[in-house]
C-alpha cells in the first residue's frame, strides 16, 4: 500500500489501510487519518491534518505556507475532513496567525488547479471547478458550487446551496440560495435547479424567492429591504440565515 519510492518523515501519523504513490512526499508534523488514497507526487507538507476516505491526485501541495507576507512562521495547520476528492495540483495552504488554520470540511470535489489560500474555511458538499482561485480568509458555506476559473477577493463569503457562473470575480459576499454570474458579478435568481435537487419545497422555494424580490427589486435599501423581508415572510432557518447573512456582510452583498 505505501510505495517504497515515497518520502514518509518519521514523525508523520499514519492511518490504516491508507495508499500512498511514489514520489509522495509527507512531512513531519502530519496526521493523516484511514483509508486515504494519496496518488504520485502529491505532497503534504508541515501541520497538514487529513482525515478519512479522501482521494488526492498527482500534484496536489497540502500544507504549504502561506504566501502572506505577515506570516512570520507560527504554528498553524490545513485540514482537510472526510471523503473529499482533492484533484490535480490544487493547493491548500496552511493558516496564519488571523485564524491558524485553513479548513477544507467533508464530501467536497476540488477540481483540477483549485487554490484554497491561508485561513479560508471550506464547508461540507461543495463542488468547486478547475482554476477556482480562493484568496484569504474566504469562507465557502456548505452546498455551494463554484464554477471553474471564479477569482474570490480576500475575506469575502459565499452563501451555501449558491451556484456561481464560471469566469466570475467577485470582491462581495455572495448571499445563500442564488445564481451569481455575469461581468461585473450580479444576483441571476434562485439556483432552482439545485435547490429542488436537494428536496426544497415550492413553498419553501417561494418564500425564499419573495424575500430575494423584497432584497433586489423593491428598490429600498438593505436595512429597510430586511426589515420588510422579517415583517413579511414566515421566518423559516432558511429565511433567517439569508438575514442574517447579509446583517452579518462585512464586504457587502452582490447588486
Known amino acids: 500500500m505505501i510505495s517504497p519510492l515515497a518520502y514518509i518523515d518519521p514523525e508523520a501519523k499514519i492511518g490504516e489501510n491508507v495508499e500512498i504513490g511514489p514520489f509522495v512526499f509527507i512531512d513531519k508534523n502530519v496526521v493523516i487519518g484511514d483509508n486515504n488514497v494519496i496518488m504520485p507526487n502529491a505532497n503534504i507538507l508541515y501541520g497538514s491534518r487529513i482525515g478519512n476516505g479522501n482521494r488526492i491526485f498527482p500534484g496536489a501541495v497540502i500544507g504549504a505556507i502561506p504566501q502572506d507576507l505577515k506570516f512570520r512562521g507560527e504554528e498553524t495547520t490545513a485540514e482537510v475532513g472526510d471523503n473529499n476528492t482533492i484533484r490535480e495540483n490544487v493547493t491548500i495552504n496552511r493558516g496564519t496567525a488571523a485564524k491558524g488554520k485553513t479548513v477544507v470540511g467533508s464530501n467536497n470535489l476540488l477540481m483540477e488547479g483549485v487554490h484554497v489560500a491561508h485561513d479560508t474555511i471550506v464547508g461540507n458538499g461543495c463542488i468547486i471547478g478547475n482554476a477556482t482561485?480562493?484568496?484569504?480568509?474566504?469562507?465557502?458555506?456548505?452546498?455551494?458550487?463554484?464554477?471553474?476559473?471564479?477569482?474570490?477577493?480576500?475575506?469575502?463569503?459565499?452563501?451555501?446551496?449558491?451556484?456561481?457562473?464560471?469566469?466570475?470575480?467577485?470582491?462581495?459576499?455572495?448571499?445563500?440560495?442564488?445564481?451569481?454570474?455575469?461581468?461585473?458579478?450580479?444576483?441571476?435568481?434562485?439556483?432552482?435547479?439545485?435547490?429542488?435537487?436537494?428536496?426544497?419545497?415550492?413553498?419553501?422555494?417561494?418564500?425564499?424567492?419573495?424575500?430575494?424580490?423584497?432584497?433586489?427589486?423593491?428598490?429600498?435599501?438593505?436595512?429597510?429591504?430586511?426589515?420588510?423581508?422579517?415583517?413579511?415572510?414566515?421566518?423559516?432557518?432558511?429565511?433567517?440565515?439569508?438575514?442574517?447573512?447579509?446583517?452579518?456582510?462585512?464586504?457587502?452583498?452582490?447588486?
Open 133 to 255: 482561485k480562493l484568496a484569504g480568509e474566504v469562507i465557502v458555506d456548505d452546498n455551494a458550487i463554484i464554477s471553474s476559473t471564479v477569482l474570490v477577493h480576500q475575506f469575502c463569503r459565499i452563501g451555501g446551496y449558491t451556484m456561481v457562473q464560471g469566469g466570475c470575480r467577485s470582491s462581495k459576499d455572495i448571499p445563500p440560495y442564488v445564481i451569481a454570474g455575469r461581468e461585473p458579478i450580479a444576483y441571476c435568481g434562485l439556483n432552482l435547479i439545485g435547490l429542488r435537487r436537494r428536496g426544497f419545497s415550492n413553498e419553501l422555494i417561494e418564500n425564499i424567492h419573495n424575500a430575494y424580490r423584497i432584497i433586489y427589486q423593491s428598490g429600498k435599501n438593505v436595512s429597510e429591504a430586511l426589515k420588510q423581508v422579517r415583517e413579511e415572510i414566515p421566518m423559516t432557518p432558511e429565511i433567517e440565515y439569508i438575514v442574517s447573512f447579509i446583517e452579518s456582510s462585512q464586504r457587502g452583498i452582490i447588486r
